[in-house]
Nanobody, 128 residues
Framework: QVQLVESGGGLVQAGDSLRVSCAAS????????MGWFRQAPGKEREFVAT????????YYADSVKGRFTISRDNAKNTVTLQMNSLKPEDTAVYYC?????????????????????WGQGTQVTVSS
């Protein structure tokens, strides 16, 4: 059983940067692909970014490509989402997630069905 705990959310202004992190425990971290999803009020949860074992294997939603960067530290069991040039439409609860680094993830890295474990979420609010 993998436990995920997010941190780093907060209130920022449009154009600012913010970093959210996720600490994983209870499993072999390097065996999991790690991802971030978000859910805005009244909307469905959507994919943001994901990373395989290394930075050579990352995927981003079109809405965040070029602004957000996902990274992981396999020694510290952490995954980080660096968010730059934030927009009001980035306001959401951001969820960290982990899924087995295997064929399912490789085939559908942006699908929620490729992930088995979820954190409780951290709120990110971007004011205009």
């Amino acid at each position: 059983q993998v436990q995920l705990v997010e941190s780093g959310g907060g209130l920022v202004q449009a154009g600012d940067s913010l970093r959210v992190s996720c600490a994983a425990s209870g499993g072999t971290f390097s065996r999991y692909a790690m991802g971030w999803f978000r859910q805005a009020p009244g909307k469905e949860r959507e994919f943001v970014a994901t990373i395989g074992w290394s930075a050579f294997n990352t995927y981003y939603a079109d809405s965040v490509k070029g602004r957000f960067t996902i990274s992981r530290d396999n020694a510290k069991n952490t995954v980080t989402l660096q968010m730059n040039s934030l927009k009001p439409e980035d306001t959401a609860v951001y969820y960290c997630t982990a899924g087995a680094y295997g064929s399912s993830w490789h085939a559908y890295p942006k699908s929620q069905n490729s992930y088995d474990y979820w954190g409780q979420g951290t709120q990110v609010t971007v004011s205009s």
